[in-house]
């Protein structure tokens, strides 16, 4: 699993556009957890896994992105998650309240061994 910050992807531009045109829901309850929790989910979670996590999506973009309003953030999940019940857990992207991009998490299938890194 590793962790991007302070870059923007390529749909950070559309979902800022979302929050601009507010066209994401604002006023859902927000689901209380501890950030850590982002950390325990892996590669092999689905999104009925994650619907028994958080319950149903506060939200779906219209390129088909489920979305939580978590703590004090959104918390995006890759196109398409919902619509292929066989699709795992690529990553996710943190959202402030206000659209601005904080930053990517992404999941990996398999471990990243010590001897991939050289000094």
């Known amino acids: 699993m590793l962790m991007y910050g302070e ?13 601009d045109k507010r066209k994401i ?10 950030p850590r929790q982002f950390f325990d989910l892996n590669y092999e979670y689905t999104y009925a896994d994650i619907v028994n996590l958080y319950g149903k999506p ?8 489920i ?5 004090s953030y959104y918390v995006f999940f890759q ?14 992207d943190v959202y402030s ?8 998490i992404q ?9 991939l890194f050289v000094d």
């Open 25 to 34: 829901i604002l006023n859902v309850d927000k689901i209380k957890i501890k």
């Open 107 to 115: 999941y990996a299938p398999v471990n990243l061994s010590e001897s």
């Open 7 to 19: 870059k923007d992807f390529k749909s950070s531009s559309y979902i800022k556009g979302l929050f």
């Open 79 to 92: 196109i398409d998650f919902s619509s292929n019940p066989e699709s795992k857990l690529n990553y996710i």
């Open 97 to 104: 309240e206000n659209g601005k991009f904080k930053c990517r």
């Open 58 to 65: 506060h939200g779906i973009t219209d390129n088909n992105r």
């Open 67 to 71: 979305y939580y309003h978590i703590n």
